[in-house]
């Protein structure tokens, strides 16, 4: 079926992502950190976290599809 998609393979200085939103993919893809870390890290509540990281993953989906 093919290699799954991975945004990390397409995050460059081009991508329309805000600073925050980059940096909460990479702290959860590349450092696979729980949501909870995250949203203390980024001072967000934990469903935002989640929810932010679904739209950052969502935007380049539809970047690069």
């Not at 949203?39 to 380049?60: D, F, T």
Request: proline share 6%; charged share 25%.
């Amino acid at each position: 079926a093919g290699k799954p998609w991975n945004p990390l393979e397409h995050l460059d200085p081009d991508i329309t992502l805000s600073a925050e939103d980059r940096l909460l993919v990479i702290l959860r893809l590349y450092e696979e950190l729980p949501y909870a870390e995250i949203a203390r890290i980024l001072g967000l509540s934990a469903h935002a976290a989640q929810k932010r990281y679904q739209r950052a993953l969502a935007k380049l989906r539809t970047q690069f599809t």
